[in-house]
């Protein structure tokens, strides 16, 4: 599986629009792209997932470059409770999800 | 429908001691996992259960067993705790291992071995 590059952490404004990037620059034509959360000390949870076209759900939103080595997570209106650590995860085949360090996201009020 | 369900919630144990942590899922899925989290660290792949009746290693694998009960239960067996093994342990299931499974996660079991 590709290995993603996160940063370590992010801070955002409540209300505001959260983008959360992820670079994965070695990513196969048939890996898909997933994101993530985990608030504290919770079960990791499923947000969104795709792999070529930009897609979008209750959650959020994902936005894939062209070139698919790397993506953006958008929460389109930040809310304290978004805080937690964000796993941006490029898989192929489904007996495994490799989770990275993430990026630690700070929603202040 | 309450997901994916797990016992005990907290444990404590002596190095030496055994037991068998608990993981129920209602969704109908046919793949299970269980994962090991180490303070400030991701998750990592103990074992996993495609399907009812297979088993499998992942990354971690030492000093655990597993059993897929039936296709809702797959639990997972400490024989002889070590101070290493203390950690959060999630379990998850997905519906199918394919290519763009989703896998959903219980709320962890919480475990320490003095």
């Known amino acids: 599986d590709a290995k993603t590059t996160q940063p370590t952490s992010m801070d955002c404004a409540e209300g505001r629009a959260a983008n959360l990037p992820c670079n994965h620059s070695?990513?196969?034509?048939?890996?898909?792209v997933y994101w993530y959360r985990q608030i504290h000390s919770q079960g990791p949870q499923y947000i969104i997932h795709?792999?070529?076209n930009n897609e979008t759900n209750e959650m959020a939103s994902l936005i894939i470059t062209e070139d698919r080595k790397s993506s953006t997570l958008i929460l389109p209106h930040a809310t304290l409770r978004d805080t937690a650590v964000y796993y941006c995860?490029?898989?192929?085949?489904?007996?495994?999800?490799?989770f990275g360090e993430g990026t630690q996201l700070t929603v202040n009020p | 429908n309450a997901g994916v369900t797990q016992t005990p919630k907290f444990q404590v144990l002596k190095t030496g001691q055994s037991m068998t942590l608990q993981c129920a899922q209602d969704?109908?899925?046919?793949?299970m996992y269980w994962y090991r989290q180490d303070p400030g660290m991701g998750l990592r792949l103990i074992y996993y259960?495609?399907?009812?009746?297979?088993?499998d290693k992942g990354e971690v694998p030492n000093g655990y067993n597993v059993s897929r009960l039936n296709k809702r239960e797959f639990s997972l067996r400490l024989e002889s705790a070590a101070p290493s093994q203390t950690s959060v342990y999630f379990c998850?299931?997905?519906?199918?291992?394919?290519?763009?499974?989703?896998?959903?996660f219980g709320p962890g079991t919480r475990l320490t071995v003095l």
């Open positions: 998850a299931s997905s519906l199918a291992p394919q290519i763009s499974d989703t896998q959903y």
């Open positions: 070695t990513i196969s034509g048939n890996e898909y």
């Open positions: 795709g792999l070529k």
């Open positions: 995860i490029v898989r192929v085949g489904g007996s495994r999800l490799t």
């Open positions: 969704m109908n899925h046919n793949s």
């Open positions: 259960s495609a399907s009812e009746g297979t088993t």
